[in-house]
């Protein structure tokens, strides 16, 4: 399925975020979309003692009643995916959602598409590139309440969907590690840095409970959001006024949007629609210029 920001499917999570992704390509269960969430991703060469804790961990918080959401990716994504497969995964791609990477993990895939979602931003058969991964973060981060950090080194993907997180203003929590293992750099760097110490399952309950009341997400963005008097009909031209905002130069999405008289999402989609004409491009970090 095809699911647009406009459409009453598109995840409420997502919609949070200044710009949203405007489309998505979901396999499986979309019900899953709409139930509290929480992201769990790691190291990829991930010790035997962190991938116990993901699957421990992962379980327990689908037990509770949470969806677990990681990229799978080999190590920690791939444990948490694994335990909760019973309960409800949702697997974010960098590439398009029919392409499965890495390769190992194709039977994988095909449970959490049979039980689970699967979820990307890209194209049906493309394949990821670098710049795709933190896309893939962006999403992954911004589906869930809070994102648990279980094995992560310095520069890794895992401390930029910490960053993403925080940024989204969701909860951002790391599992310490020992200092002489460089998979735990990452994660005690966080936690110097203010990050939650979460330990276990029950950790991680505590740390999101102001977040969550019943199904009810309550997200608190630190990003800018379409202001609340903003008009919803913003008239036939918007997409030659979103235009016309535009420069050659990068500017951000928000400023675009308020420039053009519209809301953040309304400007996305028309950027959308331009992007496809060849007239304008988007780029990481919520921003947007001319071609």
């Known amino acids: 399925a095809i699911l647009h920001t406009v459409d009453k499917a598109y ?11 405007p489309v998505l390509t979901v396999f499986g269960d979309q019900q899953l979309l709409t139930r509290p969430a929480i992201a769990i991703v790691g190291a990829r060469d991930a010790s035997a003692a962190g991938r116990k804790i993901a699957r421990e961990m992962a379980a327990a918080l689908g037990g509770a009643g949470l969806v677990v959401v990681s990229g799978l990716a080999r190590g920690i994504d791939g444990e948490a995916h694994a335990a909760t497969l019973r309960t409800g995964t949702i697997a974010v791609l960098a590439g398009g959602a029919d392409q499965i990477y890495p390769p190992q993990h194709e039977a994988l895939y095909k449970e959490i598409r049979e039980t689970g979602l699967i979820v990307s931003e890209r194209a049906i058969g493309r394949r990821a590139t670098a710049q795709d991964f933190p896309r893939r973060n962006r999403i992954i981060t911004g589906l869930a309440v809070g994102t648990v950090i279980i094995e992560a080194a310095e520069r890794s993907g ?45 950790d991680v309950l505590e740390a999101i409970s102001g977040q969550i009341d019943g199904l009810d997400i309550r997200f608190h963005p630190t990003l800018p959001l379409d202001p609340p008097d903003t008009a919803e009909t913003p008239g036939d031209n918007l997409a030659e006024r ?50």
């Not at 998979?183 to 276990?200: E, F, K, P, Y």
């Open 11 to 21: 995840p409420a999570a997502l919609g949070e975020l200044s710009p949203p992704p």
């Open 158 to 202: 895992s401390l930029i969907s910490a960053r993403m997180a925080g940024e989204q203003g969701r909860e951002v929590m790391a599992v310490p590690g020992s200092p002489l293992d460089r998979r735990s750099a990452g994660n005690n760097r966080l936690l110097r840095d203010g990050a939650t110490l979460v330990r276990h399952a029950e």
């Open 242 to 291: 979103v235009f016309e905002a535009l420069s050659p130069t990068p500017i951000p999405i928000a400023e675009i949007a308020r420039v053009s008289g519209c809301t953040a999402r309304q400007c996305a989609a028309r950027l959308m629609e331009l992007e496809l004409e060849g007239r304008a491009i988007t780029h990481a970090g919520g921003l947007a210029s001319r071609v």
